[in-house]
């Protein structure tokens, strides 16, 4: 372990893994029924955060697991985005994955919801703001394409803008 000074006055980050598990033309989505938490009583994807000791495809695979008990093997790395909170100074760092499965299960392992979405619906559904964005991204990006950092800003109308930077 490497050793090294921290300044307890910078920015600092959270490192967080937000998944999209597709089959054929559906998303699974899950539903924050924890009042007081990020995103409650709205649509996600799956996620969580990074643990000490993991890396963020581990992470991922974990989360999964806990939240879906779906295991996949098959996830590739899209993005990665800094997110700033309300919090002083402390922000996310989002990894952003997508994975196949062939068949749609679900297994409910906690208090919140999970639904498979059509696409086609997105816009029919109370989602986190940058969702449907985030898996139009997915869908569009070629796949040979490496992976890419995302920046998110507010437009002069309050509107969400996500832009990809290579």
């Not at 959270?14 to 999209?20: D, M, N, S």
């Amino acid at each position: 372990m490497l050793k090294q000074e921290i300044n307890t006055r910078r920015y600092k980050v959270i490192p967080r893994t937000l998944i999209f598990i597709f089959c054929k033309n559906e998303v699974l989505l899950i539903k924050n029924n924890t009042k007081g938490k990020f995103g409650y009583g709205r649509w996600n994807g799956v996620g969580g955060h990074i643990e000490m000791g993991e890396n963020p495809i581990s992470a991922a695979k974990r989360e999964i697991l806990e939240e879906t008990g779906i295991s996949i093997n098959n996830l590739e790395f899209d993005y990665i985005t800094l997110l700033n909170s309300n919090s002083n100074r402390v922000g996310v760092c989002l990894f952003i994955f997508h994975g196949y499965v062939n068949k749609k299960r679900l297994i409910n392992k906690n208090k919140n919801e999970l639904r498979w979405v059509s696409i086609e619906k997105l816009n029919q559904i109370e989602s986190v703001a940058d969702v449907e964005s985030l898996i139009k991204l997915i869908q569009s990006k070629p796949q040979k394409q490496t992976s890419v950092f995302l920046q998110y800003h507010l437009s002069e109308n309050n509107e969400l803008i996500i832009k990809e930077i290579n």
